[in-house]
């Protein structure tokens, strides 16, 4: 019976730390992200159809600023520091194809269901976000990933993947 109850215990510690981790990773995984929604007017064919134009606009005008985040913190102050240029961006491009509404940028927290980005699902839940809204902003909308840069670079950027057990192997054994 002792053997039992201890096993049952294993068991239960085994079965709880794999919950907390899998727990921790996936907010982990929320807070280490800045996502852009680009959210139509309507589910018109036209408000659509702008809403992409737009979003080329705005990917071309943000990607310089996103190459200089190096962390997601950094891309919120970029990105919150610039939302009126923003703003400009998409109503020059609203205002030139015969648009009467305007855009509202902000940055902020929102509940997002699950994407799927390639390779990268981002799982349900809260993430912080640059929300550009064309209008109503009741339409469906385009999204992708600011932080990391998912979607703002030119396709030069020399990406480098870090392992953290490398990191601390090197460390220990004076490798840079």
């Known amino acids: 019976m002792k053997k039992f109850v201890a096993v049952l215990i294993a068991v239960i510690a085994v079965i709880g730390t794999v919950a907390l981790v899998k727990f921790s990773s996936a907010a982990q995984a929320e807070n280490d992200y800045l996502r852009i929604h680009v959210r139509a007017n309507s589910n018109s064919q036209t408000d659509q159809s ?4 737009v979003k080329d606009e705005v990917v071309r005008f943000i990607t310089p600023y996103a190459a200089q985040c190096t962390d997601k913190d950094k891309a919120m102050d970029i990105i919150g520091d610039i939302l009126p240029e923003i703003e400009e961006v998409c109503d020059r491009v609203l205002k030139s194809r015969g648009f009467n509404y305007k855009s509202n940028a902000s940055v902020r927290a929102e509940e997002f269901p699950t994407r799927v980005y390639g390779d990268l699902t981002l799982e349900s839940g809260i993430y912080d976000a640059l929300i550009i809204e064309l209008g109503s902003g009741k ?3 385009w999204w992708c990933v600011i932080y990391p840069p998912l979607c703002f670079t030119s396709g030069t950027a020399d990406v480098q993947y870090r392992s953290i057990i490398m990191d601390i192997i ?4 004076g490798k840079k």
């Open 139 to 141: 339409g469906d909308n």
């Open 50 to 53: 702008i809403k992409y134009i």
């Open 170 to 173: 090197n460390k220990f054994t």
